[in-house]
């Protein structure tokens, strides 16, 4: 039982259990040591397939989602097309799920929120994914849209219009709402939509319960979207919390043009019916620029006498501005206008229709101001007791209030008088941008988004359509009338000059709005915005201008050909007849599309060519159609120009074929009294 020891010293009992456990302790640490390295590796494998199950969560078809934001890609193992930023919080990822096609978070840094992303694919070619991120307080939200490496259009009319959109300086988020761009060149347009395109087929849709602001930093190239209500024009719908919401769609394409066609069809609202052919044929004659507010009985009837004098045809002679005593009133100054009765019915034999001037102020020296007030027909002040003044171009006055049935009813009645009782063919609707509206307002029917008031407005013309005139537009596509750019100025640039046409017209009609009226052919010669005389715009200028408006939907003169010389003269009447001749049949027959289709008549050249980089680019050419190309010259003292031939076969306004395309014609020459088109050949 026990074993002995030799040594020199005494030998002694030693325990056997005690010497057992000394030689264990090796083989007890080495396996404690493997448990803990089993266990290591069982955690360490247990959180790698945990982050791939929430790396495969994250992602939803070509979208993948971090805790700051999202990227989409364009096809597996592609290309980025799409990159947004969150700027007012970071989700926490482990309060992700998802279930099916749709990826919900339910809390950021800040606290709880309802985050979603749905995928959608309606079509094989398309790709969507609709984004909501909904506060439950009353902070703001806010979501940063990077434009790098593509080019965007759509948004909005602007003062200074580039084709793509050109951003400069920083500019925190600010409402998104219609505004006069002529007295504010700083704000957003008349026109405009919550929409923007972008070279890499992309699409982005704002949705209309958001209380919208947009801003940007050219530097990091990002669009900042941002919704909230506090000390902003958006409210809340009633008994709703004043907590903002940020939704939206995005959508991936194969191409520019597919991608823009899809989004059309789906989310813009089409015009029912098409105005009248003679406002696509016939140039309109306004009186505006040519005598302002001083117009009379006598210069009305010597002007429809020198149009038809110099043999042009008329589609309507527009009376503009001041024919009443007062702003507000609905009868004519019976001093500047008397016997109105007789001098319609001269025009009406002389071949003329006429339309007359309107708009939505009623000064408070009209005495309409007094039945306003008696009937609650104006936008009041917050209490809703008082009328709230608005100082407008023209004075001070009262707004009607567009939402009120009562104020909708009177108006369009004495509208219809006037119709009736000189037999007026339409109307020209000035205003209606909601920087009309005061700061603080109330309205019979709360408006959560101001720029409701402007889709109102637009409604007053529909009763008109054939030969109406709207110069706003919000949600207004289905509006059957003519859209008109905001005033030009009579000069060559692209603030409000010559050079904007194009890049505005493109831009709205991406929006939507293809019955266009490019404002007067020559700009509205106001003081010290004027390139000339002052009294009339550069003869070149206005030559120019004259060539570019010929190919437009529509046509419009108000200074007139013969207040230059008989060459001037010759130039508009040959223009005049090419317009009716070879660009209305082309409107007419694309204008019936637009009511099934919504795609532009004036396109971009991308629209032929939607992969075409240099396509992506080209600011001063356009195409009616697909099988018209137009190139005017955009520049004082040049009687040549660079062109851009898209892939295709062409033929020239002067009988030339270009069969190797692309290519870029240098200096291609075009005289003074001549503007560059091209015709598809098939």
Known sequence: MYQMVQGNVAASPVNPKLKQTKQMRPLVGASVLGMLLVLAAVVAWSYYTASLRKADLLKTELLDLNRDGFVIWNRPGGKIVFRMDFRSGALDLDSCSKDGKILSCTQSDAGKLNFFIQTVKPKETVMCYRVRWEEFSER?????????????????????????????????????????????????????????LSSSATAIKINDSVPFHLGWNATEETLYFQARYQNTPYKP?????????????????????SIHKYMVRRYFNK????????????????????????????????????????????????LDNRYTTYYGDFEFDPVKFPNATEMFQKLRDDGFHVSLWTHPFINYNSSNFGVGIE??????????????????????????????????????????????????????????ETSYLPEQFSTFTPLPDPSYFTRRYTEMAMPFYERAELRVGYQSQNISCLFRIIDRDSVWGFELGLKSLIPTVLTISILGYQFI??????????????????????????????ELSAFMPSMQFSIPPWHYDKEVIEIAQRFTALHETLVAPLVLELAGEVLDTGDP??????????????????????????TLMVAPVLEPGKQERDIYLPKGRWRSYKGEHFDKTPQLLTDYPIDLDEIAYFTWVS
Not at 144 to 168: F, V
Not at 401 to 426: E, H, M, Q
């Open 140 to 196: 703001e939200v806010e979501h940063a849209m990077s434009y790098k490496g593509a080019h965007w259009y759509g948004g909005a009319e602007t003062s200074t219009q580039h084709w793509p959109i050109l951003i400069s300086g920083l500019q925190p988020p600010k409402p998104f709402l219609t505004s006069d761009i002529y007295s504010n060149r700083d704000a957003f347009g008349g026109i405009l939509e919550r929409y923007w």
């Open 237 to 257: 719908a009633p008994g709703q919390e004043p907590f903002p919401e940020l939704s939206y769609r995005v959508c991936v394409g194969s191409d520019v043009t």
């Open 271 to 318: 015009p029912t019916k098409v105005p009248s052919e003679n406002i696509f044929k016939y140039p309109i004659w306004s009186t505006w620029a040519i005598y302002k507010s001083g117009i009379d009985r006598e210069k009305l009837l010597r002007y429809a006498e020198n149009i038809k004098k110099n043999n042009f045809n008329c589609s309507h002679l527009e």
């Open 375 to 432: 009937r609650g027909l104006f936008v009041r002040e917050p209490t809703g007791q008082l009328p709230a003044m608005v100082r407008w171009w023209n004075g001070i006055g009262a707004i009607l209030d567009f939402t009120n049935p009562a104020a909708r009813d009177w108006y369009l009645s004495n509208l219809k008088d006037l119709k009736s009782k000189y037999g007026v063919a339409s109307f020209k609707f000035d205003a209606g």
């Open 517 to 546: 009226l490019p404002d007067m052919i020559g700009g509205n010669v106001y003081p010290n915005r004027t390139d000339g005389s002052g009294e009339l715009p550069d003869r070149e200028l206005y030559i120019r201008w004259l």
């Open 601 to 626: 008549i004036i396109r971009p050249l991308w629209w032929i060519a939607p992969n075409d980089e240099n396509a992506h680019i080209v600011d001063s050419q356009f195409l009616i159609g697909d």
